[in-house]
């Protein structure tokens, strides 16, 4: 494929990240670019690959009886930072045509000319490689099974090209946290994890089946293919189907790990912050779509807290 010819783009802004966000204000005009291809602009992207990450350190932690590893916690969010970097950036190189033909995408570093793709590349392998001694600091068991993901990581950006169903390969990629904070802990697999894995990739089909709404009509004309595009006008109740299976395959992982009041209480929280959310989203509106994507990252928080205090307590 070769590359769509833009004419660079001096405005150093990124059409689709929050406005006033911390790169655009502080981040040097030579490296903007680079942040902006990790989308540390935009950084609800690593909230969402780290929550399955400390949702799966905090459920070790209740099964175990102890509190959850400040340590693994502080690796699991530098390695979501790093490692959603590099995705993004390996995303960006291969749908830079792509993103020179949609509005929302056509002012990202690389179709608008400020960034080549030789040099995204070296960003993207020196992103890869911080994620490696982040992983090397785990155990051999975690360290196996993190090197699991890298095949779904690298089919993902192919799958809008050929399935109806995309949002299912980031599920994959994006969940696999959940059996890392398990195994950092415990040493082993176990069904808790594995539920908290395929909730976390029904989670992650709802909200992401929201985010894709954006592009829909843009999508629609390219040819990218979308469940928001594949659920159309039925998009409400599908996502609430995906959101629902995520709180029993929760509500299992928790049962298996032991949790207590205060463990269900934290899901009941996030349960009814995705009931809200739906409730609340309009699919026709980009700026509601947004909106009720970013909202998931006090989800998270919810169903963290709720299952770190019930480690406390146990």
């Excluded at 690593?46 to 175990?64: F, K, N, T, Y």
């Excluded at 994620?131 to 799958?159: E, H, K, M, Q, R």
């Excluded at 026709?284 to 998270?300: H, I, K, M, Q, Y």
Aim: glycine residues 10%; aromatic residues 12%.
């Amino acid at each position: 494929m070769t590359d769509v010819h833009a004419s660079p783009d001096t405005s150093g802004r990124v059409q689709d990240a929050p406005s006033g966000n911390l790169v655009d204000r502080f981040v040097p005009d030579a490296l903007r670019p680079y942040a902006q291809l990790a989308r540390l602009d935009r950084p609800i992207g690593w909230w969402l690959l780290m929550w399955p990450c400390w949702w799966s350190v905090a459920l070790a932690a209740v099964a175990v009886g102890a509190a959850p590893n400040v340590w693994h916690l502080a690796l699991f969010m530098i390695g979501a930072i790093v490692m959603r970097g590099a995705g993004c950036t390996y995303n960006d190189i291969l749908d830079r045509n792509i993103d020179a033909r949609v509005e929302r995408t056509k002012s990202r570093p690389i179709p608008s000319g400020r960034v080549s793709t030789e040099a995204a590349t070296l960003f993207m392998l020196a992103q890869a490689f911080i994620g490696l001694a982040v992983v090397l600091c785990f155990n051999a068991f975690t360290i196996v099974t993190a090197f699991g993901s890298l095949a779904i990581v690298a089919l993902y950006p192919l799958a809008k090209r050929v399935t109806n169903w995309p949002q299912f390969v980031l599920g994959l990629a994006f969940s696999w946290g959940a059996w890392l904070g398990w195994t950092a802990t415990v040493g082993s697999l176990g069904w808790a994890p594995a539920l908290l894995y395929v909730g976390s990739i029904a989670w992650t089909i709802g909200y992401d089946t929201i985010y894709a709404h954006q592009d829909r009509r843009d999508d629609a004309i390219i040819g990218v293919r979308s469940t928001a595009r594949h659920f159309g006008a039925n998009t409400k109740r599908a996502v609430g189907l995906f959101y629902g299976t995520t709180v029993v395959l929760f509500a299992g992982a928790l049962f298996l790990a032991g949790a207590g009041a205060l463990g269900y209480l934290g899901l009941a929280a996030f349960a009814v912050h995705l009931g809200v959310q739906i409730t609340r989203v309009s699919t026709e509106d980009p700026a509601s779509c947004l909106d009720a994507f970013r909202s998931n990252r006090w989800a998270g928080w919810l169903l963290f807290a709720g299952l770190v205090a019930d480690s406390l307590v146990g």
